[in-house]
């Protein structure tokens, strides 16, 4: 919080609510930096401690938020500390240089996400949650995308009737309007790329306004110098999706829909993103503390 990279993060945060952001792929992430922004308006304090007090705030709102869902499942205070451990512990080891404000807003409603897999009756809340995370990164596209897929593994059936249900009718329209948002906000508030990154690095990448096509980019990246880290990354990766597929089987159906989650988070990565970008794990990671709580609770029961 105290070097030059610190600034630069302020600096990546506050350019997207300016109007020119480092990249032209995140200037529809607009929820965090407007927060930013509101909390600067009055001279109070500088940018530097609105985003230390932004950042120390939903650390410590995410880890409250997730006690309070996993006290919802289980009375063990075991479980209830072993899985902000484990939370905590998953995310320091997935610390790489960038960390932006939507990131940080981005777990918020992962653990929501999580949380209504195993409490069904939040299901009510949950197109107007989705609908706020449109405003923050386009992972809530993902997400759409994902409870539309489990109502309709859950009602393969009747389709007919599923088509005419609140719920799956409003994640339809999120969906299009999250796309049209996320297309169109790139389209009419940016400005111009901050001189930070010398202007222009993705101008021509088109798909949603600005998003990268970055298969190619992703294979150069494995070149890049940082072999180690490169590496550490790869293995990791694999060893997850090797113990994912190994157990799918004995899994129960919201640990499989977990599983869903976690895998249609991870691949678009190396489709629309930069797989050294650890940051873009985060949703993946807050999925992947619920399936690790649910396994363990499990394995206790089955004992």
Same mark, same amino acid.
């Given at each position: 919080?105290?070097?030059?990279?610190?600034?630069?993060? #302020?600096?990546?945060?506050?350019?997207?609510?300016?109007?020119?952001?480092?990249?032209? &792929?995140?200037?529809?992430?607009?929820?965090?930096?407007?927060?930013?922004?509101?909390? *600067?308006?009055?001279?109070?304090?500088?940018?530097?401690?609105?985003?230390?007090?932004?950042?120390?705030?939903?650390? *410590?709102?995410?880890?409250?938020?997730?006690?309070?869902?996993?006290?919802?499942?289980?009375?063990?205070?075991? +479980?209830?500390?072993?899985?902000?451990?484990?939370?905590?512990?998953?995310?320091?080891?997935?610390?790489?240089?960038?960390?932006?404000?939507?990131?940080?807003?981005?777990?918020?409603?992962?653990?929501?996400?999580?949380?209504?897999?195993?409490?069904?009756?939040?299901?009510?809340?949950?197109?107007? &949650?989705?609908?706020?995370?449109? $405003?923050?990164?386009?992972?809530?596209?993902?997400?759409?995308?994902?409870?539309?897929?489990?109502?309709?593994?859950?009602?393969?059936?009747?389709?007919?009737?599923?088509?005419?249900?609140?719920?799956?009718?409003?994640?339809?329209?999120?969906?299009? $309007?999250?796309?049209?948002?996320?297309?169109?906000?790139?389209?009419?508030?940016?400005?111009? +790329?901050?001189?930070?990154?010398?202007?222009?690095?993705?101008?021509?990448?088109?798909?949603?306004?600005?998003?990268? #096509?970055?298969?190619?980019?992703?294979?150069?990246?494995?070149?890049?110098?940082? *072999?180690?880290?490169?590496?550490?990354?790869?293995?990791?990766?694999?060893?997850?999706?090797?113990v994912l597929i190994k157990n799918f089987k004995r899994f129960d159906s919201i640990q499989k829909k977990l599983v869903f989650g976690?895998? &249609?988070?991870?691949?678009?990565?190396?489709?629309?993103?930069?797989?050294?970008?650890?940051?873009?794990?985060?949703?993946?990671? &807050?999925?992947? *503390?619920?399936?690790?709580?649910?396994?363990? #609770?499990?394995?206790?029961?089955?004992?």
């Amino acid at each position: 919080m105290h070097d030059a990279n610190w600034n630069t993060l #302020v600096e990546g945060s506050f350019d997207v609510i300016n109007r020119t952001p480092h990249w032209r &792929v995140n200037q529809s992430r607009l929820m965090g930096p407007a927060i930013l922004k509101i909390m *600067t308006t009055f001279g109070i304090i500088s940018e530097q401690w609105a985003l230390r007090f932004f950042s120390l705030f939903f650390i *410590t709102i995410n880890n409250y938020f997730l006690a309070i869902c996993i006290s919802n499942l289980t009375n063990s205070k075991y +479980q209830i500390l072993n899985t902000l451990i484990i939370f905590n512990s998953l995310f320091i080891i997935s610390q790489d240089v960038w960390l932006f404000a939507w990131d940080f807003i981005d777990i918020t409603f992962f653990i929501f996400y999580g949380f209504i897999l195993f409490k069904d009756e939040y299901f009510k809340y949950l197109i107007l &949650v989705n609908f706020l995370h449109i $405003f923050n990164r386009e992972s809530a596209l993902i997400m759409a995308v994902f409870f539309l897929f489990v109502l309709l593994s859950e009602n393969k059936n009747n389709i007919f009737i599923l088509i005419k249900d609140k719920l799956f009718l409003g994640l339809i329209f999120n969906l299009s $309007f999250g796309l049209i948002y996320t297309y169109f906000s790139r389209k009419l508030l940016f400005i111009r +790329q901050s001189a930070l990154t010398g202007g222009g690095q993705d101008l021509d990448n088109n798909f949603l306004g600005g998003n990268f #096509v970055s298969p190619m980019l992703n294979y150069s990246q494995l070149f890049n110098g940082e *072999t180690v880290s490169n590496a550490l990354i790869i293995i990791s990766l694999l060893i997850v999706f090797f113990v994912l597929i190994k157990n799918f089987k004995r899994f129960d159906s919201i640990q499989k829909k977990l599983v869903f989650g976690v895998v &249609v988070n991870i691949l678009p990565i190396f489709i629309f993103g930069i797989f050294t970008e650890t940051r873009q794990y985060f949703p993946a990671i &807050v999925l992947l *503390t619920y399936l690790i709580f649910s396994n363990s #609770v499990k394995s206790n029961l089955n004992n």
